[in-house]
Nanobody, 117 residues
Framework: QVQLVESGGGLVRAGDSLRLSCAAS??????????MGWYRQAPGNRRELVAS???????NYADSVKGRFTISRDNAKNTVYLQMNSLKPEDTAVYYC?????????WGQGTQVTVSS
C-alpha cells in the first residue's frame, strides 16, 4: 500500500557529498506518514539506524554521522532526504529508507553507497 522509491546512491571519493532521496507513494489507501528514517547495512553487518525524523521535524542521528549527515523531509511530497557530507570509506553500505504509516513500517529497496579512498 505504501511504496518507497530510493535514489541518489553511487560511487564517490572520500570527502565527497551525496544526497539520498526516498519518495513514498500510496495507491488505494491513504495513511498518515509519521516517522521517516534512514538505515544502512554493510556486508556481514546488521542494519543500523543512521538518522530519523518525525513529522514535526525532530531528528536523531547515529554518533558516527553526527555533524556530517543531515536528514530532512518534505511532508507535501512525502519525501525524506539524507544529505551526506564528508563521506568516509566506512560509510560504504546499502542505505534503506523507512517510513512509518499508521502502525506499519515500510522499507525501501535500498541504494548502494560506495566511498573509495
Amino acid at each position: 500500500q505504501v511504496q518507497l522509491v530510493e535514489s541518489g546512491g553511487g560511487l564517490v571519493r572520500a570527502g565527497d557529498s551525496l544526497r539520498l532521496s526516498c519518495a513514498a507513494s500510496q495507491t488505494r489507501t491513504v495513511f498518515s506518514i509519521n516517522a521517516m528514517g534512514w538505515y544502512r547495512q554493510a556486508p556481514g553487518n546488521r542494519r543500523e539506524l543512521v538518522a530519523s525524523i518525525t513529522r514535526g521535524g525532530s531528528t536523531n542521528y547515529a554518533d558516527s554521522v553526527k555533524g556530517r549527515f543531515t536528514i530532512s523531509r518534505d511532508n507535501a511530497k512525502n519525501t525524506v532526504y539524507l544529505q551526506m557530507n564528508s563521506l568516509k570509506p566506512e560509510d560504504t553500505a546499502v542505505y534503506y529508507c523507512k517510513v512509518t504509516a499508521s502502525v506499519y513500517d515500510y522499507w525501501g529497496q535500498g541504494t548502494q553507497v560506495t566511498v573509495s579512498s
